[in-house]
């Protein structure tokens, strides 16, 4: 297939879970020998922090303005087996606009932040997106599972929701012998509702324990924040890093936003990062997650901090790298780039035929 795709980002990870979302997919897309040219609207935040400015896989390009993307890319559009537009793009309404204007074959909204998308669209505040465009877009691909997909299609109107959840490369993420720095640590851009639950599962257990080692890696977290004296703080990881920074951890945490736990079934993609990385994760509870990873032989939940210190100071060594080594397992089975693109042409395929089968009965 002919795939165009516009993105928040292909290039730098600063910031968002976007960009190594969207690496995996064309990555896997390429090497099943789909052509992909990624467009990403070029703006000083991620052109001053491109950890990979030239993408060695598909045709990446990038555009400066709304008309600078329709006069070079418009034959691009017209021409392409699928379009996909993701959430967060700038001027996303007008692109979406237009591409459904433009685009010849299959339209594809790929929604990262499905259910922070839901509830900006409930309050009217969606800037990316609006309840009008969902029926046009020949399938909604969301990061998110579960009863939400029922919801788009008979509340919104989407003729078709699938699930499109994050994935790993195996070639990018394993297990990598690094000596242990850290009793738990935890990757993530800054977020007002995650917070809570990083102070509840990571920064309070920090505080009670002294004697242990944390770290918090991110960007955007306000200064005003206490740090525990035995938790450091990395303000960036350029997604190379990433491998050697989980196994340099005993366990690493998942917390989740919170219009996500309301949704359920959205894991992030820092929680298949590091179980295929082989590091066991502990995780704040959602409804979903058991099947992605069951709970207590894939993955732990902790719901306080003393529930976190059990698991750092009572979980014998065998069984935490057991738990590692079965959530590696897992992911490389069903949650791989190559399993994710897979899945992406085969709803692409299907939004083709049902296109193909209204426009014989018109």
Not at 132 to 144: M, N, R
Request: hydrophobic share 35%; glycine share 8%; proline share 7%.
């Amino acid at each position: 297939m002919n795939i165009v795709i516009l993105g928040l980002s292909i290039t730098s990870s600063w910031g968002n879970g976007h960009a190594t979302t969207f690496r995996g997919l064309v990555r896997g897309l390429v090497r099943q020998g789909h052509d992909v040219c990624f467009l990403e609207r070029d703006v000083p935040w991620y052109r001053e922090n491109r950890d990979l400015p030239n993408p060695p896989y598909g045709r990446t390009r990038l555009y400066r303005s709304l008309a600078q993307l329709k006069h070079h890319f418009a034959r691009e559009v017209a021409e392409a087996d699928a379009v996909i537009v993701g959430s967060y793009v700038p001027q996303g309404i007008a692109v979406s606009e237009w591409v459904l204007h433009t685009a010849g074959g299959v339209t594809a909204f790929y929604d990262i932040d499905t259910p922070v998308t839901l509830a900006a669209l409930q309050r009217g505040r969606c800037e990316y997106l609006t309840s009008g465009l969902i029926p046009h877009f020949d399938v909604y691909l969301s990061f998110t599972g579960g009863p939400t997909l029922a919801h788009l299609e008979r509340h919104y109107g989407s003729p078709m929701a699938r699930p499109l959840h994050c994935s790993v490369d195996p070639e990018v993420h394993y297990p990598q012998e690094e000596p242990i720095r850290w009793d738990m640590g935890y990757l993530g851009t800054y977020s007002d509702d995650r917070q809570p639950r990083l102070d509840q599962l990571m920064l309070e257990p920090a505080r009670r324990a002294p004697d242990l080692r944390f770290v918090v890696a991110g960007p955007l977290y306000p200064e005003s924040i206490a740090w525990p004296g035995n938790c450091d703080r990395v303000e960036h990881l350029a997604p190379a890093q990433h491998r050697g920074f989980y196994a340099a951890q005993r366990f690493t945490l998942n917390v989740t936003r919170d219009d996500m736990i309301r949704a359920g079934y959205s894991p992030s993609v820092r929680l298949f990062e590091a179980a295929a990385c082989g590091t066991p994760v502990i995780s704040d509870y959602w409804d979903g997650l058991n099947s992605f990873l069951e709970i207590g032989s894939e993955i732990l939940v902790s719901h306080s901090p003393g529930e976190t210190l059990e698991y750092l100071r009572d979980m014998p060594d065998e069984q935490r790298r057991e738990i590692g080594r079965r959530s590696r397992q897992r992911i490389l089975r069903e949650h791989t780039a190559d399993c994710r693109a897979e899945q992406l042409v085969r709803y692409l395929r299907e939004a083709a035929g049902a296109k193909k089968a209204v426009s014989g009965r018109l």
